[in-house]
């Protein structure tokens, strides 16, 4: 499409890294609480601003809550690099013949993994499309391998809908609700709300399906013709076969010479002891099962409510880590891995608590929030609360760290004008998740397993947002 083409062009010359957007809009939500909102102390206000940002950086639940993200993505990255799931995803990609079946694949199965877990799907579907790239290049295909980076990203806007989405989860904890809003009206609140009154109520489902299958069938459409190329990706990326790199594949020749030196040479007492324990299988699937077993005694009857928490998923994604590895060895390769796949998020993710520290703490956030609600009615609040969540996330792209500072607001209204607190809840998480398809800082770590660039994504991303619009809007209208 002449279009795609256009938006392309333009994101290539003028698109700035991830990082520097990251800076782009600090700076800019600086101006905009200069503009839009009043000094609460008599000192200069833009010392107080700077103020805000260092407080927002250091703020002791929103360091808990990046940890917590980053295990997601970790612990999902090491599930995803397993012998298991590798063997599984080379399964998947061996029969792909071209950009469709590619495209097809890739999408349907990152969302259905991204509806599980996002930080899981997130990398299963980066890993699928780099062996898809690399089969291409191997046999000499040409393919539109930007398109099948995009068709591995879509999974992030579908992933608040689901089962390791903040909002649902946190509202799944009981008292959570009446911790936001304070006691007073707390009280025209349940103490939690089950995942089947929001994930899997009939309506998400309905609406997931509908992206699970008009997500493809769009990506397909804007491909076109004549945008395929045999991609260049050099080596291997699990490192166990050779690309086309001479230096790389030096590197792993040595390497492999150094493993076998290692294993025909004689070994002291402790360097057997210690080869022994890494490579047990024993001791990994020991671990494994009583990490499952502490799992289900713990979690069991608060999963059977219908609640999932980041612990829990955490907590069952790491005794899997250890079943599907099955050896100590093989996890530590995977945290090396994994580890260099979130170092762009733990760079950048003070930068955006900043950023929400200067927006809450100028009373900027609750000004686009109530600005929102001012304009709503029982019938409009769920639209109003899906397209302002939408704008902070471009500037708030987290989830959980939106949800503590939108969620109270949003609720308010929800209790004035007695709308469904569940169907608000459910329009917040579809407008957070629908702008990450213009926010690039989740790509991060597939940007880095593809080798594509941000501006080669977005140009196909963005028609999956105005999609996203309008099964989001309807689906809202409706339920």
Avoid: C
Avoid at 262 to 285: G, V
Avoid at 286 to 307: H, Q, R
Wanted: aromatic share 12%; glycine share 10%; net charge neutral.
């Amino acid at each position: 499409m002449r279009l795609t083409t256009i938006i392309e062009t333009l994101f290539r010359r003028f698109l700035p890294s991830p990082f520097s957007i990251a800076l782009l809009l600090t700076a800019m939500t600086f101006v905009l609480a200069l503009i839009f909102t009043e000094p609460q102390t008599t000192d200069p206000y833009w010392l107080s601003l700077l103020g805000y940002w260092e407080q927002g950086i250091w703020q002791k639940d929103l360091l808990v809550f990046a940890y917590q993200m980053m295990l997601i993505l970790v612990l999902g990255h090491m599930l995803v690099l397993s012998p298991v799931m590798n063997r599984f995803i080379s399964a998947m990609t061996s029969g792909i013949k071209g950009t469709t079946h590619a495209v097809v694949l890739v999408s349907v199965l990152t969302m259905l993994v991204s509806f599980f877990n996002w930080g899981l799907g997130l990398i299963f579907g980066a890993l699928m499309a780099r062996k898809v790239g690399e089969a291409a290049q191997l046999q000499g295909r040409k393919i539109n391998y930007p398109l099948v980076g995009a068709a591995a990203y879509v999974g992030m806007m579908i992933w608040h809908g689901g089962i390791s989405g903040s909002a649902p989860a946190k509202v799944g904890e009981s008292g959570h609700l009446r911790g936001l809003v304070g006691d007073e009206m707390g009280a025209f609140l349940p103490d939690y709300i089950a995942y089947t009154d929001t994930v899997f109520s009939p309506e998400n489902i309905v609406i997931f399906i509908i992206l699970l299958i008009g997500t493809p069938l769009l990506l397909i459409w804007i491909g076109g013709p004549g945008k395929d190329a045999i991609p260049e990706l050099g080596v291997s990326y699990d490192k166990n076969r050779q690309g086309n790199d001479p230096s790389e594949i030096s590197n792993i020749k040595e390497s492999q010479k150094l493993d076998r030196d290692k294993k025909n040479s004689p070994l002291s007492f402790r360097s057997w002891i210690n080869i022994s324990w890494d490579e047990s299988k024993l001791l990994a699937y020991g671990f494994g099962i009583a990490i499952i077993l502490a799992f289900v005694y713990n979690y069991g009857a608060t999963l059977a409510g219908g609640i999932v928490t980041p612990n829990m998923l955490n907590f069952f994604m790491l005794g899997l880590i250890f079943l599907l590895h099955g050896s100590i060895s093989s996890i530590l390769r995977a945290v090396d891995e994994a580890i260099y796949g979130a170092s762009g998020i733990l760079i950048q993710f003070p930068l955006y608590f900043g950023i929400m520290g200067v927006m809450q703490n100028s009373g900027l956030v609750v000004a686009i929030a109530d600005y929102f609600v001012a304009l709503s009615s029982p019938q409009t609040l769920p639209l109003l609360t899906f397209f302002s969540a939408a704008i902070v996330n471009v500037f708030i792209p987290s989830g959980g760290g939106q949800w503590a500072i939108q969620g109270p607001v949003i609720l308010e209204a929800a209790i004035a004008l007695k709308v469904p607190v569940e169907k608000v809840i459910m329009a917040l998480a579809y407008g957070d998740q629908l702008t990450n398809m213009l926010q690039p800082f989740w790509a991060l770590p597939l940007l880095g397993i593809t080798k594509l660039k941000a501006s080669e994504l977005l140009p196909y991303t963005l028609w999956v947002m105005l999609l996203g619009i309008l099964v989001f809007v309807i689906g809202l209208i409706l339920w």
